[in-house]
Nanobody, 121 residues
Framework: QVRLVESGGGLVQPGGSLRLSCAAS????????MGWYRQAPGKQRELVAT???????NYADSVKGRFTISRDNAKNTVSLQMNSLKPEDTAVYYC???????????????WGPGTQVTVSS
């Protein structure tokens, strides 16, 4: 199975920055699209940013110009640089990846356990 683990969450003041990272591990696999989602208390999970294997990106309107998603295909990682953070960015952030498990020849879609980001003064 392909597993994802996030890191980099924490407490930051408004206007500050954080960098989230996600590492994928497994026996044999290839990754297609990867992305970041977030969920605040009492709200639905929402898309933050996605990136294809070729490097094409898209962002939620609320984070455009502030967040940047990137990936390292050689290391099977995806990162999210978050600048100019606002209190409304407070949420649990989840890493997502989809691709092919080449050990079994099957598609997969995996989620990490999430990491808390709190923006507060």
């Amino acid at each position: 199975q392909v597993r994802l683990v996030e890191s980099g969450g924490g407490l930051v003041q408004p206007g500050g920055s954080l960098r989230l990272s996600c590492a994928a591990s497994g026996r044999r696999f290839s990754l297609n699209a990867m992305g970041w989602y977030r969920q605040a208390p009492g709200k639905q999970r929402e898309l933050v940013a996605t990136i294809t294997s070729g490097g094409n990106t898209n962002y939620a309107d609320s984070v455009k110009g502030r967040f940047t998603i990137s990936r390292d295909n050689a290391k099977n990682t995806v990162s999210l640089q978050m600048n100019s953070l606002k209190p409304e960015d407070t949420a649990v952030y989840y890493c997502n990846a989809e691709g092919l498990d080449t050990s079994w020849g099957t598609d997969f879609r995996s989620w990490g356990p999430g990491t808390q980001v709190t923006v507060s003064s």
